[in-house]
């Protein structure tokens, strides 16, 4: 299949990147970083997470961050939220996009381990989750599964588990009178590669030929640019990403930190295949120099250090030659 | 094309790797590093870089390395020399697997640069190399070019032109009774991508179809493991790397460090696609720690901090799955 003429690129970094470190980040600095990357044009910016101040203490400042950010036209501001509770605080800022999603973890270990909840329970809570959509009136778009390509408590997950996954997902969103539009295909561990990708990413294109897809890949074994690019060669057009790879570190120490794929390496990397985003690149290098200032330490982002190919060809007096 | 069942990997730490490095490593970490990397089964290790002290002081132990190592059955040590006096020198060791390669750089820029001579010039030259390569009777089944799809200094390269290029150094051997078995792509400056890897890879086995194919990338750019899979699905099966991408650095400090794709990294996702490279990853991945070490300062590659996957699935009493 063709490459996608244009991608969607969700950053996460504000939410997903912060939610990792270990050390307290000022708000103010959060803040400045929202609206850093309201400059270079992304469809849509994660802004924050609602969730318990007592498990995620990153992320007490939730509301003060919202509060605090300029929004840009253009953009949507999205957040997470794991409840009820967490969905109501999002819903009170009045200032977000807050967007429903129905989610279930695809390895039965992890699900019990990060939500403390089996699969099952899952869906027996999304229905209450739903409940708290037509409450609040938010829309509810997107199904969701993570750890849909391997776990590490788990191993791998097969492709025909995780597609009856969203086809139960999908069920009861059709019996709530949800239409969804977007399927979110997760690689929470970093398990996948660019067979899997395409193994699962075929099975639901034939599946549910009328959603999109949207990729969330991790770069933990330095295959998540691959997989993007396997995705974009099927088709994918909606990708989530972190500025510099946020939420990863090279540190040893950060051993645990997965880590987004970095969003200026995918816009780069759409800049050399002829893939439109419609992110400033050039702005977006400065905020990734300028996010590894925020947290403190080196990000995983190559393309800040190792240049803008562009710039090398403006240096040269020459553009982008495809012989 | 189907991948290749099996790929033979150069391991180039010690040599590429270690030329970069700005703090002085000591001759007994270098020959510690060699003798662990024997340990990992590598068809092949590039050991040390004949060149002038007075310019590259890092390499001015490059005999004593060479005497300090151990040897290992099933496994080629070979070297780097710019000229006939450091042939001369890898030569008279008596230790080493020395080879002879026809080679150019692509880039007119880089060319004089890097070693203060234009191609026409580097083509002149070549015929003073092959001399050398009769006169120490070493075999050359080898040509090479480099910066083979950009240049920082010159902007993108064409295939066509690097296809001339090969055209004429195969006509020089041909005129010596070179038998040339192997065609090397650098891209030495880490411009291609998975697009400019199909046409020209394609292009010259098009043209050359009985020569095999190595590619030496880099990761400059995030896109040096990607780059390694499209050679591979179009049948290439000789890669260069070096153990935890040594010769590159996270630190915005080594800014200009290109860093070669990380051997275990690349050993890693040929174990998941199912591509055979003989390496014993457990250990390789040891090294890979170790080498961050005997540098001082962390390395890029990443399957080191996030974990290799069969860890994982022996760890959850499962082995890998294609469904």
Known sequence: MALP????????????????????IATSEKIRLVDMLSECRFPEI??????????VPQMADAEEVVA?????????????????????????????????????????AFSRKNTNRSIADTFIETEKRIEGFERFGVKAQEVSVMAAFGCNYQGDIGADHVVGLIDRLMGMAQDHGLSIELIQLADTMGWA?????????????????????????????????????????????DFD???????????????DAPGNIATEDLVHLCQEIGVETGVDLERLLEVAREAETIVGH????????GGHLDSYRRQAGTSQVQA
Chains 1, 2 share one sequence.
């Open 5 to 24: 003429k244009r991608i969607v690129i969700h950053e996460l970094g504000p939410r997903e990147g912060m939610q990792i470190e270990k050390n307290p």
């Open 46 to 55: 994660e802004v924050t997470s609602f969730v318990s101040p007592k498990w």
């Open 68 to 108: 605090g950010f300029k929004r840009a036209a253009g953009t949507r501001y999205t957040c997470v939220y794991l409840n009820t509770q967490g969905l109501q605080r999002a819903v009170m800022t009045g200032k977000l996009d807050v967007e429903g999603s129905l989610s279930v973890t695809a390895s039965e």
């Open 193 to 237: 590669n660019p067979q899997s990708i395409r193994r699962l990413v075929g099975k639901v294109q034939d599946r549910w030929p009328a959603q999109r897809i949207n990729l969330h890949l991790h770069d933990t074994r330095g295959m998540g640019l691959m997989n993007a690019l396997a995705a974009m060669e099927m088709g994918v057009d």
């Open 241 to 255: 990403s972190a500025v510099a790879g946020l939420g990863g570190c090279p540190y040893a120490g950060f051993k």
């Open 298 to 305: 080196p990000l995983p982002g190559k393309v800040m250090r």
